[in-house]
């Protein structure tokens, strides 16, 4: 990412586009409801590869900065492209057809579905959700559907959370269900994995087992742009850090680099909007 130095120790883009390999940027956007702008001239870019953090105050539109990139929200100005394609606007299943899948705080506990029912929501472009192929390729969904419960063996024995395939999935704990989220999101093979507070609500155990897999994913090859409360968590994994205040990107920077800016600390200790 092209970064000019801010004079303060940290980094920050230069003319808001990135000269590397973003899989995904984000240019000016702008969502207000009513008279409460959420995110205003937001713009920044994640490069391939990398664990991005995306930090701010309570209220500074990081939740809807992920609604907005997800397609979840229409933005009312700017632009968002991923793996430079403009989804601008586009559907949630769309922008996940390009690559871009998220996750949330507070993960759906699928009812009356075992785990391992529950990891086959994952996958993209089923052959059996089409009513029609039910009847006219049979062969290729039973083919479609023996490869997708291979994959979500697979993955459950990657997160080593393989014993909780036949477990009711609304019986696990907060933990639990934050790794299964996270391995449900590996099936559908994303270019870009956005988490939202993976470790809120966790014991330290399993955050510590949740970072030590996201570190393994993006060794992989996944990019990740997590949002997260918890400070000490973050900053040991995320480089570069972008923070959020007020709806604009305040500073972007190595995670030192933002734990001793002023202008995050304000933001902080002044309780940004």
Do not use: C
């Amino acid at each position: 990412m092209t970064r000019v130095s801010d004079g303060d120790g940290g980094t920050e883009r230069a003319g808001g586009s990135a000269a590397g390999d973003p899989v995904l940027r984000v240019e000016g956007l702008h969502k207000a409801f009513g008279g409460l702008v959420a995110t205003d001239d937001a713009s920044f870019a994640v490069e391939r590869g990398t664990i991005t953090g995306l930090i701010g105050p309570n209220g500074a539109g990081k939740s809807t900065l992920f609604n907005l990139i997800s397609g979840f929200y229409d933005p009312d100005d700017g632009r968002v492209w991923v793996d430079g394609t403009d989804v601008t606007g586009a559907a949630p299943h769309d922008v996940a057809a390009h690559g871009l899948i998220r996750t949330f705080q507070t993960p759906r506990k699928l009812e009356g579905m075992t785990v391992r029912e529950a990891m086959l929501v994952g996958p993209q472009d089923q052959p059996g959700e089409s009513f029609l192929s039910l009847f006219t390729s049979p062969t290729a969904v039973a083919d479609g559907e023996r490869a997708n419960l291979a994959a979500a063996e697979r993955i459950l024995e990657e997160f080593e959370i393989g014993h909780l395939a036949d477990q009711p999935a609304t019986d696990l704990s907060g933990g639990q269900t934050k790794l299964v989220e996270l391995a449900r999101a590996m099936l559908a093979e994303p270019e870009l994995l956005l988490l939202d507070e993976p470790v809120a609500g966790v014991n330290p155990t399993l955050a510590n087992e949740l970072a030590a897999q996201i570190r393994r994913l993006n060794d992989a090859g996944t990019t990740f742009l997590v949002i997260e409360h918890d400070m000490g968590f973050l900053m040991s994994l995320a480089d570069p850090v972008v923070v959020l205040d007020q709806g604009s990107v305040l500073m972007e920077g190595p995670p030192e680099a933002v734990r001793s800016d002023e202008r995050v600390v304000d933001a902080y200790l002044g309780g940004g909007a």
